[in-house]
């Protein structure tokens, strides 16, 4: 996200740190979408690739901070409620889809977010040059 947000905002990348390095995940792409308004001829793209990062941010959040229980099946886990910061969060059912998984539909999902960012880091690095470092493995 900080190469994405200095590419855009064409500040050095201490700067953009100094700027956007405290804020929370989600207030990031909150300020990345509103500075990427000011690019309507690319607004079309990034609302695509805006409404799969939330999706994916909706999917995240509940692989990482819910409670699982059993499945109404053999093999498969559903999730329960979502803790964060110690408290239960209470979430919409568009949030938070009452939904079984099994491994296998977990590793789908990792596959779309490794896609998902794939799509990020080239649109980024094809629109506005952004430098985005290697991976981790």
Do not use: C, Y
Request: proline content about 4%; cysteine-free.
């Amino acid at each position: 996200m900080i190469p994405a947000l200095q590419a855009v905002t064409k500040m050095d990348r201490a700067a953009t740190i100094l700027v956007f390095w405290h804020v929370m995940h989600i207030e990031r792409m909150a300020r990345l979408r509103a500075l990427m308004w000011l690019n309507a001829h690319l607004e079309q793209e990034f609302t695509a690739l805006w409404d799969r990062l939330e999706a994916a941010r909706l999917l995240r959040n509940t692989v990482l901070h819910a409670h699982w229980k059993a499945g109404g099946a053999p093999s498969v886990i559903r999730s329960s409620e979502i803790k964060a910061s110690g408290k239960t969060v209470e979430m919409s059912p568009e949030d938070f889809p009452d939904k079984d998984f099994t491994l296998n539909d977990l590793r789908q999902e990792g596959r779309k977010f490794v896609r998902l960012d794939n799509d990020f880091r080239k649109f980024f690095r094809q629109n506005f040059g952004a430098k985005f470092p290697p991976r981790r493995k």
